[in-house]
């Protein structure tokens, strides 16, 4: 079976602070890992995947498999970060999502 | 391009009707996937349709079907529905077939209540 886990349902950072968005998963064979964004009356998007080892919007992830996790990291947040963010998984050609964490950046 | 399109936006059902519900994915897409998000919850995956078949499947019961169309487009359905089902059902369409490997895009989802 295949499980993600995103320990916070509300991250609430100053903006400027570093933002870290914690995701654990539990899979048995290589995992494809994606961070997703829903801005506000917005539909969900593809914020990065870990294949790409890319950094958007000034995001990044790294896939840590000794720990099973995929945290999501911004040195310094910005107001337009504010959003919900969703943490999933590709495995057995189904794709499973976490419970999602709410970053709220504080002015 | 409008993109991944849904319809009805919301639908109010009573217990033990059915339902359909409709996606026509991003033009160039040939795969649908759907996914039902309760509230508070991260989208669950239902079922993922290419060439017109049915691929994947989530742990939904049989209550759940669907069906795709040669012009890629999909139906959800939903029989003897429950208070349980009330949630918001996304769809997702990528452009490729059963390897996945391509990003999806998502829809605005149809809000179901179910009273």
């Known amino acids: 079976a295949q499980r993600v886990t995103q320990p916070e349902k509300l991250l609430s950072v100053f903006k400027g602070a570093p933002v870290e968005l914690k995701c654990n998963y539990s899979y048995s064979g290589s995992p494809e890992l994606f961070w997703y964004v829903q801005y506000s009356r917005q539909r969900l998007q593809l914020l990065l995947r870990h294949i790409s080892r890319e950094s958007i919007k000034g995001f990044t992830a790294d896939l840590n498999k000794g720990e099973t996790s995929f945290h999501l990291k911004k040195p310094f947040a910005q107001e337009e970060d504010s959003a919900m963010y969703y943490c999933?998984?590709?495995?057995?050609?189904?794709?499973?999502f976490g419970t999602g964490t709410k970053l709220q950046v504080i002015p | 391009d409008a993109g991944v399109t849904q319809s009805p936006t919301h639908l109010i059902k009573t217990r033990g009707q059915q339902v359909t519900l409709r996606c026509s994915p991003k033009?160039?897409?040939?795969?649908v996937s759907w996914y039902q998000q309760a509230l508070g919850q991260g989208p669950q995956f239902i079922f993922q349709y290419y060439e017109e078949e049915e691929r994947q499947r989530g742990n939904f019961p049989d209550r759940f079907s669907g069906h795709q169309f040669p012009n890629y487009s999909s139906e959800l359905n939903v029989n003897a529905l429950l208070l349980g089902d009330s949630a918001l059902y996304l769809c997702a369409s990528s452009p490729t077939g059963t390897s996945g490997r391509n990003e999806q895009y998502f829809g605005p989802g149809t809000r179901l209540t179910v009273t």
């Open positions: 999933a998984l590709r495995g057995y050609q189904k794709v499973t």
């Open positions: 033009s160039g897409h040939d795969t």
